[in-house]
């Protein structure tokens, strides 16, 4: 069957939050406060990153969700915007708050994060454009994700989805993934790596400071990692997930595309705040001509 050529590169179906960081030498206990040393308000929200970071390595993006109809949505759009990425199925809710998430990052630059949904949790737009790949996370509704992947099935493209925030997952939605990229934490909710590689063709679950593993018919692979500086870790999941669905997009063959999104995983980590520290091709590229470890 002839199918007409893709609209876009990648499709992102996810949230837009504003982040409201605090930097603080360690994560407070229960009941206790501390002091903080610094304050700052930073672009963030799975989807935007995911999409920033897609766009940043190369790929054509159109960016699907919500914001809400106030200056954090105005602004959220403009960068969308800023970054070359298409919002013609970014909707604007009325009378709804833009998402926001509450973050500390500690001086190991670990970070705890709260997020308050807002507009996320609305429907999405239900004209959602095609793409070679499709990629998804879970701070939207399961319905719209479920309704994209459908769709991106019959298109012939590749779903991918990042399962975060950790959520059990029906046997339906995951036999709609064709890559699924938790973090050790998720993959365990998700019932474990044996339990969930039977359910997808390529787990990939990432490791953080370890890199990752690539698992495919049983046989364990581990990718990177890239040794970096670290200042802020926020958002370096989501630099992983939208460069792999980059070069996945653009023809590169899994393993290249898995080290590139190794190397642009660990680029996240050396600056401070979500979209702002989703890295470049050309810096990938850098970091890439040196040598991984392990
Ligand atoms: O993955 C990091 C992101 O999680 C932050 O930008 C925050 O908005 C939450 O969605």
Do not use: W
């Amino acid at each position: 069957m002839n199918r007409p050529s893709p609209e876009f590169d990648v499709v992102i179906v996810g949230s837009l939050n504003l982040d409201l960081v605090v930097r603080a030498p360690r994560q407070p206990s229960g009941g206790e406060t501390i002091s903080g040393s610094h304050y700052a308000e930073y672009a963030g929200g799975k989807g935007l990153n995911q999409a920033v970071a897609a766009a940043r390595s190369g790929a054509s993006v159109a960016l699907v969700g919500n914001v809400g109809d106030d200056d954090a949505g105005v602004r959220l759009r403009s960068i969308v915007r800023d970054e070359g990425i298409d919002d013609t199925c970014l909707r604007t809710i009325d009378g709804v708050a833009t998402g926001r998430a509450l973050i500390t990052v500690d001086d190991a630059g670990e970070n705890s994060i709260i997020i308050v949904a807002g507009a996320n949790a609305e429907p999405a737009s239900a004209e959602i454009p095609s793409g070679r790949v499709v990629l998804a996370q879970l701070e939207t509704t399961l319905e719209g994700v479920a309704a994209a992947f459908a769709r991106a099935r019959s298109d012939g493209a590749v779903t991918v989805l990042n399962p975060a925030p950790a959520i059990e997952l029906t046997d339906d939605l995951l036999g709609l993934c064709d890559v699924l990229i938790p973090n050790e934490h998720e993959v365990d909710l998700l019932g474990g790596r044996r339990h969930v590689a039977e359910r997808v063709d390529q787990l990939i679950v990432t490791l953080g400071a370890a890199g990752a593993d690539h698992i495919e018919a049983g046989v364990t692979t581990r990718v990177g990692p890239f040794v970096v500086d670290v200042v802020d870790t926020t958002g370096a999941g989501d630099a992983f997930c939208g460069a792999f669905s980059s070069r996945l997009a653009a023809g590169d063959d899994l393993a290249d595309a898995l080290r590139y999104a190794s190397a642009a995983g660990a680029l996240a980590t050396t600056a401070p705040g979500a979209v702002p520290s989703q890295p470049h091709r050309n810096d990938v590229e850098r970091l890439l001509d040196r040598p991984a470890v392990g």
